[in-house]
């Protein structure tokens, strides 16, 4: 079964340190996959795709297949980047369209 | 561009009433929208796909006569809580899925719907 482990449930730094949210995938093939973000008292939105090997708001993420990992980083993180981080994998086979989502990482920046 | 709304932003219903709640994708065509249900600081949890113009395909252990979903248009879908009990209460989500140019496959969040079962 297709699974996305996300092991912190919240992630305390302080501002300008490196940030690392960890995301683990259960999934035997090619996965897609992504980084959400909610922050406060506003709407899920996209952060980014593995697909695109995009950068933004100085967050990467790299698809590590070996370790079927797909961890969010940052080198120096800011109280504006604090927010709740969702990683999510495209459903395959019979569900190509849906998402499934991990449980989530509250990342709080402290000045 | 690519809004997605959520009609009420929160509703508080008495046991026994149905609930419908609608969700628009603003400037943009979705054949495909979901809806999720998340529990105070626990994940989204989908529920089912709608599709436009046939049956919505639901995720094991969600009753789809407890929980009807109709996706009558390209803009419009609504989900319908059926004599909601308080253990319904929670914050649904819908996301659509754009289908052409930047906003393709990309799922787009509405803002969330709080309902409240006394």
């Known amino acids: 079964a297709q699974r996305v482990t996300q092991p912190e449930k919240l992630l305390s730094v302080f501002k300008g340190a490196p940030v690392e949210l960890k995301c683990n995938y259960s999934?035997?093939?090619?996965?897609?996959l992504f980084w959400y973000v909610q922050y406060s008292r506003q709407r899920l939105q996209l952060l980014l795709r593995?697909?695109s090997r995009e950068s933004i708001k100085g967050f990467t993420a790299d698809l590590n297949k070996g370790e079927t990992s797909f961890h969010l980083k940052k080198p120096f993180a800011q109280e504006e980047d604090s927010a709740m981080y969702y990683c999510?994998?495209?459903?395959?086979?019979?569900?190509?369209?849906?998402?499934?989502f991990g449980t989530g990482t509250l990342l709080a920046v402290q000045p | 561009g690519a809004v997605v709304s959520q009609h009420p932003s929160w509703v508080i219903c008495k046991s026994g009433t149905s609930v419908k709640i609608e969700c628009r994708s603003l400037d943009f065509q979705a054949t495909t929208m979901f809806w999720y249900r998340q529990f105070p600081k626990q994940s989204l949890m989908l529920m089912a796909t709608s599709n436009e113009g046939s049956k919505a395909t639901y995720e094991q252990g969600v009753e789809k006569d407890k929980f009807l979903i109709n996706h009558a248009s390209l803009t419009l879908s609504t989900l319908t809580v059926t004599s909601a009990h308080p253990e319904d209460s929670s914050f649904y989500i819908c996301s659509a899925r754009g289908t052409s140019g930047n906003s393709y496959n990309e799922q787009f969040f509405g803002p969330g719907t709080r309902l409240t079962v006394l």
């Open positions: 999510a994998l495209k459903g395959v086979g019979g569900a190509t369209n849906k998402l499934i």
């Open positions: 593995h697909i």
């Open positions: 999934y035997s093939g090619s996965p897609e």
